[in-house]
């Protein structure tokens, strides 16, 4: 058996699917072209193809508990904020991982008290944060930022932020690669996982994780053909340890179109289990 066939997985990115699109109004609010105010159910519409829609919502835990039987995702993480992750995590504790996720970091204090709540009421394992979807826009390396990465460091938690050109049409500048650089100097033990690719700067996402320990990449919004090289061949050689899968199901790509595209990803044998799931494992505090 080669490649990533057969192999477990851990999902770091993954949701339940809704009826409408209200949950992108976040990002309606600050976008001001025609596309994305009216015509776009799913703010990156533009950029995917194929987005999972009309899927049944009578029963979505169900769902996305058979889409993860069917292509071996032993856990998924879930964002607590989601409509139906209490009842997933309630009934399922085996198979979904609790996320926070930080909706305005204009509000520091508050921001830092919902961390140590879901910490406390849901057991967190991570947390997450838009940068380009904040509204005003708080930038990776903003005062106003350093309070929640001291608090993930005093609890333990991973940060996943979103790097790179944002895909809704938002400006870019919050989430410039170049920013997580004095973020880990001055937070060297915050566990920093970058998602949505980090381009253009994905060379320097590869310079930053060689250079900082507890930097990590995550695969999130992105089809598996479209991997960036440098992080490809960063992961067959010395960042075995660094990259980690996430998918984007049911937001943009569906599990059918990721998993048949997986084992064309150029990945040596022995860095698909790390890439699937060891590293997510060790990163979340899953490991045996």
Not at 49 to 77: G, H, Y
Not at 194 to 200: I, N
């Amino acid at each position: 058996m080669s490649g990533p066939v057969g192999l477990p997985v851990i999902d770091t990115m993954i949701g339940f699917p809704h009826e409408g699109s209200a949950q992108y109004d976040f990002i309606r609010r600050q976008t001001k072209d025609r596309e994305s105010k009216e015509d776009f159910d799913f703010p990156v519409e533009y950029m995917f193809k194929d987005v999972p829609k009309e899927l049944p919502t009578d029963d979505p835990v169900s769902l996305v508990l058979q889409q993860m039987d069917r292509f071996n995702i032993e856990r998924a993480m879930i964002g607590v904020s989601e409509e139906y992750a209490t009842r997933a995590l309630k009934t399922f504790p085996d198979r979904f991982v609790a996320s926070g996720a930080i909706l305005d970091p204009n509000d520091v204090m508050g921001s830092v008290n919902a961390i140590r709540r879901d910490y406390e009421e849901y057991g967190i394992r991570a947390t997450s944060v838009f940068p380009a979807g904040t509204f005003p826009q708080v930038a990776i390396d903003d005062p106003k930022m350093y309070p929640i990465y001291a608090t993930c460091v005093e609890l333990g938690l991973p940060i996943f932020v979103c790097a790179g050109i944002p895909g809704p049409r938002v400006p870019f500048a919050p989430q410039e690669v170049s920013r997580i650089d004095v973020v880990m100097f001055d937070f060297p033990d915050l566990v920093f996982v970058t998602r949505h690719g980090c381009e253009p700067w994905e060379d320097l996402a590869v310079k930053l994780m060689l250079k900082w320990p507890n930097l990590y990449y995550s695969t999130s919004a992105f089809a598996p053909k479209y991997y960036p090289k440098a992080i490809v061949d960063y992961a067959n050689s010395r960042g075995a340890d660094k990259v980690l899968y996430a998918g984007y199901f049911p937001m943009g790509l569906s599990l059918e179109r990721i998993f048949s595209e997986l084992p064309n990803v150029p990945l040596k044998e022995e860095v698909w289990p790390k890439f699937l799931y060891g590293n997510a494992a060790r990163i979340l505090g899953l490991a045996d």
